[in-house]
């Protein structure tokens, strides 16, 4: 089992959702590569561990550990959201509708982790989200998550009863 004690950060654990403005295009996958380069080179600028992360179509969803005493994650995301766009080519980079310039939501869903009870409903929530949204039936067969890195380091760490995911509200529609 994983120790989410050892993971948790007491004020400084944060489960994000963050949407494209446009929910038809699938430029998180289609770009993934560019997605990558933008958090690592978020990485370098500011410090913060990616507990779990899942990359969908359209939106995304991760868990951030901020160092104690810093919560400044709007930065953050604001940082990943333009390198993101910067990587991107011109056509691309409006979300496809005229008028609207910017490929984000401009408002994103932050949810402060209050225990390690609430971590590992929050990492479960994130490594089921493919099944969620119908992309695929088992984490295992979607490859944009950390679902992966934690059944290396864990086994296989994951309540998979419906309630524990399917009537959970972070963020989503
Ligand atoms: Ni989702």
Same mark, same amino acid.
């Given at each position: 089992?994983?120790?989410?004690?050892?993971?948790?950060?007491?004020g400084g654990t944060?489960?994000?959702?963050?949407?494209?403005?446009?929910?038809?295009?699938?430029?998180?996958?289609? =770009?993934? @590569?560019?997605?990558? @380069?933008?958090?690592?080179?978020?990485?370098?600028?500011?410090?913060?561990?990616?507990?779990?992360? !899942?990359?969908?179509?359209?939106?995304?969803?991760?868990?951030?550990?901020?160092? @104690?005493?810093?919560?400044?994650?709007?930065?953050?995301i604001r940082l990943?959201?333009?390198?993101?766009?910067? =990587?991107?080519?011109?056509?691309?980079?409006?979300?496809?509708?005229?008028?609207?310039?910017?490929?984000?939501? =401009?408002?994103? /869903?932050?949810?402060?982790?209050?225990?390690?009870?609430?971590?590992?409903?929050?990492?479960?929530?994130?490594?089921?989200? &493919? !099944?969620?949204?119908?992309?695929?039936?088992?984490?295992?067969? /979607?490859?944009?998550?950390?679902?992966?890195?934690?059944?290396k380091e864990f086994?296989?760490?994951?309540?998979?009863? &419906?309630?524990?995911?399917?009537? @959970?509200?972070?963020?989503?529609?």
């Amino acid at each position: 089992m994983p120790n989410y004690r050892r993971l948790y950060v007491p004020g400084g654990t944060y489960f994000f959702t963050v949407n494209l403005r446009n929910r038809l295009r699938p430029i998180l996958i289609d =770009r993934i @590569a560019e997605l990558r @380069a933008s958090w690592r080179e978020l990485g370098r600028l500011h410090s913060f561990e990616t507990i779990a992360v !899942v990359v969908l179509p359209d939106h995304l969803h991760f868990i951030w550990a901020l160092p @104690a005493g810093d919560d400044d994650f709007p930065t953050r995301i604001r940082l990943l959201k333009s390198g993101f766009t910067r =990587r991107l080519p011109t056509s691309l980079k409006s979300d496809g509708r005229k008028g609207e310039r910017n490929i984000w939501q =401009r408002r994103y /869903w932050e949810h402060c982790i209050r225990d390690e009870d609430d971590l590992s409903r929050c990492v479960d929530y994130i490594h089921l989200n &493919p !099944v969620k949204h119908g992309f695929v039936s088992d984490p295992d067969d /979607w490859p944009y998550s950390t679902w992966h890195d934690w059944k290396k380091e864990f086994g296989r760490p994951i309540n998979t009863s &419906p309630e524990n995911w399917n009537t @959970a509200h972070l963020g989503e529609d």
